[in-house]
DNA sequence: CAGAAAATGATATATTATAACATTTCATCA
DNA sequence: TGATGAAATGTTATAATATATCATTTTCTG
């Protein structure tokens, strides 16, 4: 079993470092600008690896003495969105970073509904068999949602 | 290709009708009360193929004379989620009526973001992907969600 | 540097959902 | 059969999530 959910203990400054190395590597790429208020928002998405909502950030930013407001926000959101560098979970109204912005991918989170961590997973099983169903029924794809909550390994085993 | 979706002009009242004898069928099961709040809500949901907001039951009540406030339909929909009559649908923040609540089933939701009907498939390919996934990473499934937005057969071919 | 485009600020409000307490309805059994 | 408690609904208020609109500032480009 490889477990998706980092270990405890783990550098966490080295996983919101490679985050913002990507980011900048993805906005470069793209032409696109990423401004103090979007890294400073993704650099919120990454303080831990659960995911947050809107106003968590809001107030957040306003803890760090930024007096800013949901669109600000929720503009921030957007772009980092598009980009792929967050991802919405739909069953939770909340925001979390992705791993692999570089390539596209139909991405599956597991949610743990003890500790609170999303780990992101690019199953091709799971891809092929929604592809597979999709074109069983004559469904073109636009986007996928495919949110798992349950137990992490630890909370299941501790 | 088998379209999960319904045909156009088909029989919708069989649609309907069918749909509360199985809310029936469940609810005397479980002994749970029918009552006349919850038909309405759940008569409600199946007027379409489509899923329906909390707050346009909530017109749509109005419509009918019934004056009613958000808690009471929340209130029927919980009642009608739990006990697996309807889906809510986590994309979209609104409820679809379920076609199988008698059996217990990993659902998966297409919804075509053109015509805005939404069809729920029971792929046990999907389903097997999902709990294999989950499986190999040590995760204790407790839910899923799996939806899936693009052009149904109908809207990609017209 | 001027002008256009992009980003952010600010205000207001829309949409979705729940908490808390009051009242009504319903099943049951003494 | 009517007292009683549980379940359901009513009522009021408010929380949580999200967007529309217009003003201002920042940045890019020529």
Redesign the pocket.
């Known amino acids: 079993m490889s477990d998706l959910f980092p270990k405890k203990g783990h550098d966490h400054d080295r996983c919101v470092h490679s985050a913002l190395a990507q980011a900048e590597k993805v906005c470069d790429a793209e032409?696109?600008?990423f401004?103090?208020?979007?890294r400073k928002v993704f650099t919120l998405i990454w303080q831990s690896h659960k995911a947050v909502?809107?106003?968590?950030l809001l107030d957040a930013l306003t803890a760090e003495g930024?007096?800013?407001?949901?669109?600000?926000?929720?503009?921030?959101l957007?772009?980092l969105t598009e980009l792929g560098l967050v991802h919405?979970i739909e069953s939770l109204?909340?925001y979390f970073g992705c791993d692999r912005p570089d390539c596209e991918h139909l991405g599956q989170y597991f949610i743990c509904t003890d500790c609170g961590r999303v780990a992101e997973a690019v199953n091709e099983d799971m891809s092929n068999a929604v592809r597979k169903a999709a074109r069983g029924v004559g469904f073109t794809i636009e986007a996928t949602t495919v949110e798992i909550k349950g137990l992490c390994h630890d909370c299941a085993t501790h």
Chains 1, 2 share one sequence.
């Open positions: 032409n696109a600008r401004t103090d208020m979007r909502t809107a106003y968590e930024q007096r800013v407001q949901p669109p600000t926000v929720y503009r921030a957007e772009f919405r109204n909340a």
